[in-house]
C-alpha cells in the first residue's frame, strides 16, 4: 500500500510539474512530454554529448517542440515555444561552460556579446546529476538549473542563435545534433 501511494505521489507530482513520463538514454530518464506557455511540447529527440578522444560523456539532452521536427531550420524559424534540457553525466567547471559557449557562438553567430556575456555570468558549475533547462518563448529564454530559475534574456533572434548552438550549421557534435533531431545514422 505505501509502494502504491508513493508512486501516486510521484506520479502527481510529475503532472503538476507539467511533465508525463518518459524515456531513458544512458541511464538518464527525461518526461516525454513538458508544459511551457500552456503548451505541451512533445519529445523530439535525445542526444548525448561526448568530449574529447576518449568520447566522454558530459550530458544527455532532450528537445521538446510543439510538433516533432527533424529539419532544423524549420525548428529554429519557428516561433512556437521550445524547452532544452540537459543532465549532467559528470561535473563539468563553470569556466569550461563558458569556454565551450565562445567557442559555440565563435562558429555559429558572431553576434550576441551582450547576450552571452550574461548568459556565462549566470552559468554555475555542473555537478554530476545536475539539470540545465533553456526554455524558449517567443519574448524570453530562461536558464534554470535544477527547476530553478537562474536568469531570463530576451526572446527572438537571441533564442534562435543560442538553440542553434545544438541543433545548428556547427553543433558541439553531429551525434548530439542527430539525436536531438531524431535522425538516425544512415
Do not use: C, H
Not at 556547427?170 to 535522425?183: H, R
Amino acid at each position: 500500500m505505501k509502494l502504491l501511494i508513493l508512486n501516486l505521489g510521484l506520479i502527481l507530482n510529475l503532472i503538476s510539474n507539467g511533465q508525463s513520463l518518459g524515456v531513458k538514454t544512458e541511464g538518464i530518464e527525461f518526461p516525454d512530454s513538458v508544459l511551457l506557455d500552456n503548451q505541451t511540447l512533445k519529445l523530439n529527440g535525445l542526444g548525448l554529448r561526448k568530449a574529447t578522444v576518449f568520447k566522454v560523456k558530459v550530458y544527455a539532452a532532450a528537445l521538446y517542440l510543439n510538433e516533432v521536427a527533424k529539419d532544423p531550420d524549420k525548428i529554429l524559424s519557428s516561433k512556437e515555444p521550445k524547452t532544452l534540457m540537459m543532465k549532467f553525466f559528470r561535473d563539468v567547471s563553470k569556466e569550461q561552460i563558458n569556454e565551450a559557449w565562445d567557442k559555440a557562438f565563435e562558429s555559429n553567430s558572431s553576434q550576441f556579446k551582450l547576450e552571452l556575456s550574461q548568459l556565462k555570468a549566470i552559468m554555475p558549475n555542473a555537478k554530476e546529476g545536475d539539470l540545465f533547462e533553456y526554455l524558449f518563448s517567443k519574448d524570453k529564454t530562461e536558464f534554470k538549473l535544477n527547476r530553478i530559475t537562474r536568469g531570463s534574456m530576451p526572446g527572438g533572434d537571441w533564442g534562435k542563435a543560442l538553440l542553434s548552438t545544438w541543433i545548428g550549421k556547427n553543433p558541439p557534435t553531429e551525434e548530439l545534433k542527430k539525436g536531438l533531431l531524431n535522425i538516425a545514422d544512415e
